[in-house]
């Protein structure tokens, strides 16, 4: 028995891997959605840094508010590409109609989304140093470990929903306005993680039951989008 479900698993880890590597290959190759959510970034957090002094106690302690709000508009610009793309040619019937699980699709497009959102987070992160004046750097394992938690339930939420909405003449505006609510609570944790870490302070204390609370987020959106996708996808 244990043979059979490890080759499974592995066929579907296979599958969604080729679903990612797919979406990543479309996505280098026009670079639309990334160079438009990068400087959509760069420009929030420049605007952010003209209305608040850097200096300032204040702004340095809600950097990290800033900074996910900047990630979270950002990031709406690469998850309303993700099944948007397959529209053409009536390529997302083609991938619904293939032999594979809408799980193994759900979670290859999930996985391209969070590579292309940890990019630019990771673009923006240097950008933010400067602007803010915020020693991020010191705490950088940790500080890595709260976006890559915070990312992901910010792409399985969107995935989903980029699913939802890809048939809707307003997807980019309903997009928005469906995963932001959804979201309140994973980024309300990532949030209070995030502004003691990029200004120094260890991951300990009080700041451990908002990990727990993120994960646990991520864990619950995870199983949920896993579960209800394939009803989503052949609606």
Not at 89 to 104: E, F
Not at 173 to 179: C, I, K, T
């Amino acid at each position: 028995m244990a043979v059979p479900a490890l080759r499974g698993s592995m066929s579907f880890l296979r599958q969604s891997l080729t679903i990612a590597s797919k979406d990543l290959r479309s996505e280098l190759r026009t670079k639309e959605a990334l160079n438009a959510s990068v400087a959509f970034a760069l420009v929030i957090l420049l605007l952010f840094s003209f209305a608040f002094e850097p200096t300032e106690v204040e702004t340095r302690q809600i950097s990290g508010g800033l900074l996910w709000l900047v990630f979270a508009f950002a990031g709406a610009l690469i998850l309303n590409r993700s099944f948007a793309r397959e529209l053409s040619n009536d390529c997302l019937d083609a991938l619904v109609a293939a032999p594979i699980s809408g799980a193994a699709l759900f979670l290859g497009k999930a996985l391209a989304n969070l590579a292309l959102l940890v990019t630019v987070e990771l673009a923006c992160l240097p950008v933010f140093g400067i602007f803010y004046n915020v020693p991020w750097t010191q705490q950088f394992w940790p500080l890595m470990l709260v976006m890559l938690l915070g990312t992901w339930g910010l792409t399985v939420v969107g995935t989903m929903f980029s699913a939802l909405t890809v048939n809707l003449r307003l997807r980019e505006l309903m997009l928005p306005m469906l995963v932001y609510p959804i979201m309140v609570p994973g980024l309300l944790a990532a949030v209070q993680l995030t502004a003691p870490l990029v200004m120094g302070q260890p991951l300990a204390g009080d700041l451990i039951p908002w990990l727990r609370l993120l994960i646990a987020f991520d864990v619950i959106f995870t199983a949920l989008a896993l579960t209800l996708v394939e009803t989503v996808l052949v609606r």
